[in-house]
């Protein structure tokens, strides 16, 4: 503590960072603590909504497309648990719009840290992420029992590498929305609207849906890899398609990512030389 | 020696037409057409280390794109910027982390915090050591009065004390330079004098170098030596404070409300050019009549409730430059 | 003083004319969402040996109209509660005209235009790609339309007793995205009333639910004859008396909440 101290050696490494300001987001968010929990509970109750439906069809017929109750309530909290990890990570990618036209671009470009890592440190959605979290591990751990999955290490390491990708597929679609926005205004609900749709189409098992409707959550959004071919996977299921898929999942998600990640960078750059 | 120099900046925005009807909405999306917008043109000047410079233009002449291109949110579209001998665009993450910025109407502070949250977590980005911290808190104590409402929720402070807290927030890491774009917007007297006197303070004792915008004139007669003013994004004059008093001309006007009806008789040396019953706008030059001679006239006269003195306004001194510059050519 | 409503009622209109954009996405958004519920009750029909009461085209044709209109019935509570928090609302009180008559006729507006621009189109191709059950009888198509206007007048009297709730609690999400949940599962959209578990139908006949999209259906497919209709109609109007008596009792109430704390 001595003036030895070279000046501009403190600098917080970026994983620290991100938790000061993640501790800053819940602070501010549990600062009207009735409130914040009452939301958590009704983002909960909205997404249950969703789930209890299929469940009562279910309990009307034996199966659908050969997929049982469980088994579709299975292939739902994929979903859940992506969609939950992704927020928290990727909130200021969601709201990029305002985060333009309200001019806080600028505020994050004159701070000497990274524009994506401020995007994603400083905008958290952990409303979200508690509702979605806590249907996608409540249905999990149910579903899971009920199909009679045995957890072995290979099976346990499956499911996490593929969270990851799921993760990273959503993610990837949220920056390159953000990207589109930079590009055509705000065009980009377009995008969201095919983004939302997906979401809707990856709660069932693929082999329901006619082709057109496949293409779109195997070739636009590619959510039958964040859900889909994985629980299939996990339930010994192929219905029909090439039983690799399941592990090009893992590919898929840093690889978008990746093509993502340069997007940015160029958009950035574009943000720059256009101004908006 | 100059730590910021600018060498015949431009900066072009292309702004996507809007079309109409779906076909032309689905245009948009695909093949989106372009308007350009010259917002700043060939503009140079250099500031030496230290020195506190005005920079100043009606609403719309390219401040704000000047000072965007100046921090690295922008890079020219051509032309050269180059500030403490690094490149702002190019080298940003290096050199924002030594400049200090102030947006006037945004505020950095996290609204549903206390103002110390936000401090905080700006001394883990900037990495400040926290003997600096320490230090630099006791003094926005000091002179901003800080300490009263440190420990407040952003949002519960007055617009005065927000941008208190905002530029103590911008100079938390010891800049060597700061930009403040629009620090006194929409304050009250003596909430722009506070932060008026707070700035010349960091720029006397710590040579700060500082660069200022605003479109109030007093601003600058205030506290600083030096005045850029541009319009239409172009400069239109760069020098002393004293020398733009002199080119935005010596006529004043003295307004004059009275507590009773009252008709005013000429007054010599001033032309009456506005009178009803409760008010008077006397027209004088500064140079052959003293503001107080005149004042203490229409004191002794008439039952006086109100006295202005109306400063030209920044719109009308870029007039006077403007046609002061085409006479001369 | 009838103009007036009109008026607002033909902005609203425009207004959302004026994103024509969004219309496209509002179109695919409703499009997409009959195909997915569709494939699902044609992927669960086939599953089963025996036969259901309800035949697989009367379930379409529920997915095809209750899915598409919920799609169009959706009131903007949040702009009413926001004018309550910000206290713009006193100027609407100042205004000569009833307030909850405004908040209708936007309604009104913007149920219309999503009905006629948006839901139309999509129906029309979901019923070219899914097909349809006939009405059950001529006179039924008329009641059909006229207990779907009663759908929508519920669905109204509820949004505005959320609005008003923000007279007392700053925010109304939570309130809103509850109220909102209980639609989708209880209101006949998205489990039609004939898969309902018997526990889950005894709450649903006692609620302002079932006078939701489960009414209409049950007469364009012709579930209910004869004097139920009438019985299911006036069902429907008694809810839309007793939501709006208790909306306007809200409303009083947080009037006078208002004038003493100063908008």
């Not at chain 1, 983002?43 to 909504?49: H, I, S």
């Not at chain 2, 695909?30 to 410079?53: C, L, N, T």
């Not at chain 3, 006179?139 to 109204?156: I, Q």
Request: glycine share 8%; hydrophobic share 50%; net charge positive.
């Amino acid at each position: 503590m001595k003036k030895s101290t070279p000046e501009r050696t403190c600098s917080m490494n970026p994983v620290a960072l991100y938790f000061a300001y993640g501790s800053l987001s819940l602070k501010a968010l549990f600062a009207f603590r009735i409130d914040a929990v009452l939301r958590t509970l009704a983002v909960f109750v909205r997404e249950f909504a969703s789930v209890i439906v299929v469940y009562l069809i279910l309990q009307r017929f034996p199966d659908l497309g050969g997929w049982n109750m469980n088994e579709v309530l299975f292939l739902f909290s994929f979903l859940f648990l992506t969609y939950a990890i992704m927020i928290a990570l990727f909130t200021g990618f969601r709201d990029f719009d305002m985060i333009v036209n309200s001019g806080k671009l600028d505020l994050l470009l004159i701070r000497p840290r990274g524009t994506m890592f401020q995007l994603m440190a400083y905008n958290s959605d952990y409303l979200a992420t508690l509702g979605h979290g806590a249907v996608g591990i409540t249905l999990l751990v149910w579903s899971a029992q009920a199909v009679g999955i045995v957890w072995n290490p290979a099976r346990v390491a499956f499911l996490l590498l593929t969270l990851v990708s799921g993760v990273l597929i959503q993610g990837a679609i949220f920056v390159a929305f953000s990207c589109l926005s930079l590009w055509f205004g705000k065009s980009g609900n377009v995008f969201r609207a095919l983004y939302r749709n997906s979401r809707k189409i990856a709660g069932y098992p693929l082999s329901i849906f006619p082709d057109a409707v496949r293409s779109i959550v195997l070739y636009i959004m590619p959510f039958a890899f964040v859900n889909y071919f994985p629980a299939a996977w996990l339930l010994g299921k192929t219905d029909g398609f090439w039983p690799g898929l399941p592990f090009l999942s893992w590919l898929i998600g840093p690889l978008l990512f990746a093509l993502a990640y340069v997007l940015w960078r160029f958009s950035l750059l574009r943000y720059s030389s256009t101004g908006h | 020696m100059a730590i910021l120099e600018l060498t015949e900046a431009c900066k072009t925005y292309r702004i996507v037409q809007r079309q109409d009807g779906i076909s032309g909405a689905l245009k948009n999306l695909f093949v989106p057409r372009y308007r350009d917008i010259q917002a700043v043109k060939r503009i140079s000047f250099a500031i030496e280390a230290g020195e506190m410079v005005g920079f100043i233009g009606p609403n719309g002449a390219g401040k704000s794109t000047t000072i965007k291109l100046l921090t690295g949110v922008l890079v020219p579209t051509s032309g050269r910027v180059q500030v403490l001998g690094l490149s702002p665009f190019k080298d940003r993450k290096r050199y924002v982390g030594r400049i200090g910025v102030v947006f006037g109407q945004r505020t950095q502070l996290w609204w549903d915090l206390p103002v110390s949250d936000t401090f905080d977590l700006l001394r883990k980005i900037y990495g400040v050591p926290p003997q600096t911290y320490r230090r630099n808190l006791e003094l926005f104590d000091d002179i901003l009065g800080l300490a009263d409402f440190r420990h407040q929720l952003a949002r519960q402070l007055s617009l005065g004390q927000r941008m208190r807290a905002d530029i103590a927030a911008a100079l938390l890491h010891d800049p060597e330079l700061v930009f403040l774009d629009e620090p006194t917007i929409g304050l009250d007297i003596v909430a722009k004098d506070k932060i008026r006197g707070f700035m010349q303070h960091i720029n006397a004792e710590r040579g700060v170098t500082m660069l200022l915008t605003s479109h109030d004139m007093q601003d600058m007669e205030r506290t600083c030596q030096r005045v850029i003013v541009i319009d239409k994004g172009a400069l239109l004059y760069d020098g002393s404070v004293s020398g733009l008093a002199s080119l935005s001309g010596s006529r004043r006007s003295l307004i004059v409300d009275f507590n009773v009806h009252t008709r005013c008789e000429p007054i010599s040396g001033t032309e009456l050019i506005q009178e009803n019953a409760l008010r008077a706008r006397f027209s004088f030059d500064r140079g052959s009549m003293q503001v107080h001679e005149l004042v203490s006239q229409v004191a002794k006269k008439y039952d006086i409730a109100d006295m202005t003195i109306e400063e030209p306004s920044i719109e009308s001194v870029v007039k006077t430059i403007f046609s002061a510059q085409q006479a001369r050519l | 003083m009838k103009g007036a409503y009109i008026e607002i009622a033909r902005k609203t209109l425009l207004e959302g004319l004026a994103f024509r954009v969004n219309t496209l996405i509002g179109i695919l958004d409703t499009v997409i969402l009959i195909a997915v519920n569709v494939a699902i009750w044609k992927a669960v029909y086939a599953s089963t040996g025996t036969l259901q009461t309800v035949s697989l085209e009367d379930t379409i044709t529920n997915t095809l109209f209750a899915i598409g209109i919920s799609q169009a019935f959706w009131m903007d509570e949040y702009s009413i509660a926001h004018k309550i928090r910000t206290g713009a609302i006193t100027n609407d009180i100042l205004r000569p005209m009833h307030f909850g008559g405004m908040i209708l006729a936007a309604d009104i507006g913007r149920a219309g235009y999503r009905l006629l621009v948006e839901f139309l189109p999509a129906f029309v191709i979901c019923a070219l790609l899914f097909g349809l059950s006939a009405p059950a009888s001529a006179l039924a198509l008329p009641l059909f339309v006229l207990s779907m206007a009663m759908s929508f007048l519920v669905l109204h009297s509820i949004g505005l007793i959320m609005s008003y709730i923000s007279f007392w609690y700053f925010n109304i999400f939570s309130f809103v995205t509850i109220k909102n949940a209980a639609v989708l599962v209880l209101s006949g959209a998205y489990i039609p009333y004939w898969f309902m578990p018997d526990w889950m139908m005894a709450f649903v006949r006692a609620s302002p639910f079932q006078a939701i999209y489960s009414a209409p259906m049950s007469i364009w497919l012709g579930h209910v004859n004869g004097s139920s209709v009438l019985y299911g109609l006036a069902k429907q109007a008694l809810w839309i008396v007793a939501l709006q008596l208790c909306a306007q009792a809200l409303w009083v109430l947080g009037r006078r909440k208002l004038a003493v704390n100063g908008g």
